[in-house]
């Protein structure tokens, strides 16, 4: 699997967009780019994934340059709730093993007000 | 609405005892699911796959005589901590493969042993 690497943490302050990019220098050529976010407590909670370019859906973008050596999420307008831990992972999603994650440190947001 | 349950949310036991979690699909079968460990301010670490009908497979270094999983059913998981000890107080998190490839998370069950 490919090793990721993120920042620590970040801060930023509510309605702001935020980009949190990841590493992945040794990406395969069958791996896709998976992001989650976890709170608290909670277990890990599915954001976006995507191969190249960009992606969106309703909660945030991926943009995955030509090279795919990394990729950012950005999130639109931040509010408190955003506030989380955010796990990039990289990973052959066609593979039977796909579901064996192997989570790097991740993210630490902090969205102040 | 979720996909994967876990019970219990929480547990505190004494030391030497065992605890059995449960872990749960409630939208649609699932013949593997995993089990993930997470200790604070730490991020998750895969401990083992579960196979419906078959043996777990465990990553190296996680005792399978020590952390027993059962995948009887088609919808349920159960990892059972054996002789539990304070080392063993955790996160415990299963997951199970979405129809879109995305991994679904169950709610997690903390386990404090004292």
């Known amino acids: 699997l490919a090793k990721t690497t993120q920042p620590i943490s970040m801060d930023s302050y509510e309605g702001q967009e935020v980009n949190i990019t990841c590493s992945h220098n040794?990406?395969?050529?069958?791996?896709?780019i998976t992001w989650y976010q976890q709170f608290p407590s909670q277990g890990p909670r599915f954001i976006i994934q995507g191969y190249k370019t960009k992606v969106t859906n309703e909660v945030a973008s991926l943009f995955i340059p030509a090279d795919r050596k990394s990729s950012t999420l950005s999130l639109p307008r931040v509010s408190l709730s955003d506030t989380a831990v955010y796990y990039c992972?990289?990973?052959?999603?066609?593979?039977?093993?796909?579901?064996?994650?192997?989570f790097g440190q991740g993210t630490i947001l902090t969205v102040h007000p | 609405g979720a996909v994967v349950s876990q019970h219990p949310s929480w547990v505190i036991c004494k030391s030497g005892t065992s605890v059995k979690i449960e872990c749960r699909s409630l939208d649609f079968q699932a013949t593997t699911m995993f089990w993930y460990r997470q200790f604070p301010k730490q991020s998750l670490m895969l401990m083992a796959t579960?196979?419906?009908?078959?043996?777990?497979?465990?990553e190296q270094g996680v005792e399978k005589d020590k952390f027993l999983i059962n995948h009887a059913s088609l919808t349920l998981s159960t990892l059972t901590v054996t002789s539990a000890h304070p080392e063993d107080s955790s996160f415990y998190i299963c997951s199970k493969t979405g129809g879109f490839d995305e991994q679904f998370f169950g709610p997690g069950t903390r386990l404090t042993v004292l």
């Open positions: 992972l990289v990973g052959d999603v066609g593979s039977t093993s796909y579901g064996k994650l192997t």
């Open positions: 040794n990406i395969a050529t069958n791996d896709y």
């Open positions: 579960s196979n419906e009908g078959s043996k777990a497979t465990y």
